[in-house]
């Protein structure tokens, strides 16, 4: 099971970090990804994190300001979000995917997710 955490109320250009920890399973062996709904919208690709942390993959819109990590001590991947913007306003949902080389854009792929954390951002 994944439990995200971290989210809230921030204005535009302040920084939030969402963490997820996974209980149960392998962490090591899977390959971690963030997403975000905003209402009305599709479920969107943030971020993923290969299994062993060595590649990371990030939507265009997010690139140069989040930054996804992972501890495998921990079972815990954290998405440090900086410079945050209206537009990022959305539920964030961590995934997981066991055994995949590399990282993951395609939320299809995923087999596992964690219950969503609402981040806000106010102009």
């Known amino acids: 099971q994944l439990q995200a955490s971290g989210g809230g109320l921030v204005q535009a250009g302040d920084s939030l970090s969402l963490s997820c920890v996974v209980s149960?399973?392998?962490?090591?062996?899977?390959?971690m990804g963030w997403f975000r709904q905003a209402p009305g919208k599709e479920r969107e690709f943030v971020a993923s994190?290969?299994?062993?942390?060595?590649?990371?993959s990030y939507a265009d819109s997010v690139k140069g300001r989040f930054t996804v990590s992972r501890d495998n001590a921990k079972k815990m991947v954290t998405l440090q979000m900086n410079g945050l913007k209206p537009e990022d306003t959305a539920v964030y949902y961590c995934?997981?995917?066991?055994?995949?080389?590399?990282?993951?854009?395609?939320?299809?792929?995923?087999?596992?997710w964690g219950q969503g954390t609402q981040v806000t951002v106010s102009s």
């Open positions: 995934a997981g995917r066991y055994g995949y080389s590399g990282t993951i854009d395609n939320l299809r792929i995923y087999d596992v």
């Open positions: 149960g399973g392998t962490f090591s062996s899977y390959v």
């Open positions: 994190i290969s299994w062993t942390g060595t590649m990371t």
